[in-house]
């Protein structure tokens, strides 16, 4: 059974820090691209930062120079390095992990990010 688990989200004041984890659980993450996506308050989920299975990342332009994605192959987990937090950073946070060419996309449960202003 495939599981991911994030970790890592809370409450920071504007300017601060977090670090978010993905666990992945049942299957290999260095054999998936990963992708971590944002759902704002009333609003659609929206991918932030991504991962290939070669280890390519890419960013969307909002957070470019302030969000670092990097993998941890022994560990089996994905990270996001969230630095310069702003309060339109807030929402849920939820890891992807999906296999292209195949059926297999697998998505944790979400954990909240909270940006204090």
């Known amino acids: 059974q495939v599981q991911l688990v994030e970790s890592g989200g809370g409450l920071v004041q504007a300017g601060g820090s977090l670090r978010l984890s993905c666990l992945a659980h049942?299957?290999?993450?260095?054999?998936?691209?990963v992708g971590w996506y944002r759902q704002a308050p009333g609003k659609q989920r929206d991918l932030v930062a991504s991962?290939?299975?070669?280890?390519?990342?890419n960013y969307e332009d909002s957070v470019k120079g302030r969000f670092t994605i990097s993998k941890d192959n022994a560990e089996n987990t994905v990270y996001l390095q969230m630095d310069s937090l702003k309060p339109e950073d807030t929402g849920v946070y939820f890891c992807?992990?999906?296999?292209?060419?195949?059926?297999?996309?697998?998505w944790g449960n979400g954990i909240l990010v909270t940006v204090s202003s």
């Open positions: 991962i290939s299975s070669s280890g390519r990342a």
């Open positions: 049942g299957i290999i993450i260095s054999h998936f691209d």
């Open positions: 992807n992990c999906k296999m292209i060419g195949s059926v297999m996309n697998y």
